[in-house]
């Protein structure tokens, strides 16, 4: 008697999960609120509101790479999202780091 396998089906179709990704919007790092950082996949309320911190903290980001500075972000949670950052560099605040507390 053959044992019967269970496998569990996935909640999505193929193409309902391909229209789902695209519904993504590419997010400006500089400029995004906690909203907009939260619809990201991965990326909660807590994540959104470590990544404003640590933004306003440099006063900008200059690479989509720093977001791999912010405190509990891993390399798999940057894999899921670095598809979606946008760096617009123009909106950097340079700081004299001798004069910052």
Known sequence: MKKKVYTPKPNYSSKEFKAEIKKIKKVDINLADTIAFKSLPGIGTYFAK?????????GGFHSNHQILEVYQINSLRYAK?????????QDIV???I???N
């Not at 470590?50 to 440099?58: D, F, M, T, V, W």
């Not at 999202?81 to 560099?89: A, K, N, Q, T």
């Open 94 to 96: 340079k700081r004299n």
């Open 98 to 100: 001798n004069v910052i």
């Open 81 to 89: 999202i670095h598809d979606y950052l946008l760096v617009s560099e």
């Open 50 to 58: 470590r990544i404003c911190k640590y933004r306003n903290l440099l």
